[in-house]
């Protein structure tokens, strides 16, 4: 497959996209941070297959990290990732520079209320203006037809969704599944960070996720599951920020067992100094899913 263009420049990026969408071109964006994995290659293999042109950004977006968060340390390696991409059929990959996404004098931003506001909104405050702001930045310099995101970022989703809807931007948000490595350990850029004893004590995430759909499935109350998953979590001492069963749109907490509603358990915590996150969406109890 033929190497993907790089492209630096806002406005080259848009006369690249303009000029293949009025030659009747469906594209496909996947914004990314870079540091790439199998994860985001699912996101890719997504668009290609729904669209005929795929553009991928890479920026380590600064405003998105709080001041004592690894913004200097995330890993970067654009010509590993440009490689990788130019094994999946991307065409463009947009990669600015700060300078180029927050010019001197900068001082626009999008402030998304509802669902930014609980779990990573109360924890990491100005996180979600950044990640909205930059998204819609870089909407506007790829227009693309759809727009693609991993479910492991579940309340990241909420709040682009709401921000589409909210601003009326025309394009389709596509959510695709967590992709995990062999032993449930969800994929993440950060995962470099841990050690080999980090990595071994952090798959008690997705075990505990598992433990606690079974326990859903075999109807036990919401307020035991969220106390077996805390035990499970503690005993790996693993530090947990939250691991809370939550309405899946509403992101509000679930007192009692809603057959009707769509239920998602939410965890964020830290394996020594990682922070990760990750989810799982619990089975409808009145199908036979469970
Ligand atoms: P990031 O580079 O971490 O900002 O992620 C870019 C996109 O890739 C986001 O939509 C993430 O939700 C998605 N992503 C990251 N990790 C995974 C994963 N393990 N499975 C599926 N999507 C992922």
């Given at each position: 497959m033929p190497t993907p263009r790089i492209v630096r420049k806002r406005a080259e990026m848009r006369d690249l996209i303009v000029t293949n969408r009025a030659l009747g071109r469906r594209i496909g964006f996947i914004p990314t941070m870079g540091s790439l994995h199998l994860g985001h290659t699912s996101l890719i293999d997504r668009a290609a297959s729904e669209c005929d042109d795929v553009v991928t950004s890479i920026f380590v977006n600064p405003i998105q990290f709080g001041p004592n968060e690894d913004y200097e340390k995330y890993p970067r390696d654009l010509h590993a990732d440009v490689h990788l991409l130019s094994q999946h059929g991307v065409r463009w990959v947009f990669a600015p520079d700060v300078q180029e996404m927050f010019p001197p004098g900068d001082s626009t931003r999008v402030e998304v209320s509802g669902p930014a506001k609980p779990y990573e909104g109360t924890l990491r405050p100005s996180h979600f203006s950044g990640v909205a702001t930059i998204v819609l930045r870089l909407l506007q310099s790829a227009p693309a037809h759809n727009i693609y995101f991993g479910a492991k970022d579940w309340q990241q989703i909420l709040v682009i969704r709401q921000m589409v809807r909210d601003l009326g931007i025309d394009i389709e948000v596509v959510t695709c599944p967590t992709v995990r490595d062999q032993d449930g350990l969800a994929m993440s850029s950060?995962?470099?960070?841990?050690s080999a004893t980090e990595r071994k004590r952090a798959l008690v995430i997705y075990s505990s996720l598992r433990q606690a759909e079974k326990l859903w499935c075999s109807g036990v109350a919401i307020n035991r599951i969220e106390q077996e998953l805390k035990k499970m979590l503690s005993a790996q001492e693993i530090q947990i920020e939250y691991a809370d069963i939550v309405d899946a749109k509403s992101l509000l907490k679930m007192h009692k067992n809603n057959p009707n509603a769509s239920v998602i358990i939410l965890i964020a915590c830290r394996v020594g100094s990682t922070r990760l996150i990750d989810n799982l969406l619990l089975p409808s109890q009145t199908l036979s899913s469970c």
């Amino acid at each position: 497959m033929p190497t993907p263009r790089i492209v630096r420049k806002r406005a080259e990026m848009r006369d690249l996209i303009v000029t293949n969408r009025a030659l009747g071109r469906r594209i496909g964006f996947i914004p990314t941070m870079g540091s790439l994995h199998l994860g985001h290659t699912s996101l890719i293999d997504r668009a290609a297959s729904e669209c005929d042109d795929v553009v991928t950004s890479i920026f380590v977006n600064p405003i998105q990290f709080g001041p004592n968060e690894d913004y200097e340390k995330y890993p970067r390696d654009l010509h590993a990732d440009v490689h990788l991409l130019s094994q999946h059929g991307v065409r463009w990959v947009f990669a600015p520079d700060v300078q180029e996404m927050f010019p001197p004098g900068d001082s626009t931003r999008v402030e998304v209320s509802g669902p930014a506001k609980p779990y990573e909104g109360t924890l990491r405050p100005s996180h979600f203006s950044g990640v909205a702001t930059i998204v819609l930045r870089l909407l506007q310099s790829a227009p693309a037809h759809n727009i693609y995101f991993g479910a492991k970022d579940w309340q990241q989703i909420l709040v682009i969704r709401q921000m589409v809807r909210d601003l009326g931007i025309d394009i389709e948000v596509v959510t695709c599944p967590t992709v995990r490595d062999q032993d449930g350990l969800a994929m993440s850029s950060r995962n470099a960070y841990l050690s080999a004893t980090e990595r071994k004590r952090a798959l008690v995430i997705y075990s505990s996720l598992r433990q606690a759909e079974k326990l859903w499935c075999s109807g036990v109350a919401i307020n035991r599951i969220e106390q077996e998953l805390k035990k499970m979590l503690s005993a790996q001492e693993i530090q947990i920020e939250y691991a809370d069963i939550v309405d899946a749109k509403s992101l509000l907490k679930m007192h009692k067992n809603n057959p009707n509603a769509s239920v998602i358990i939410l965890i964020a915590c830290r394996v020594g100094s990682t922070r990760l996150i990750d989810n799982l969406l619990l089975p409808s109890q009145t199908l036979s899913s469970c």
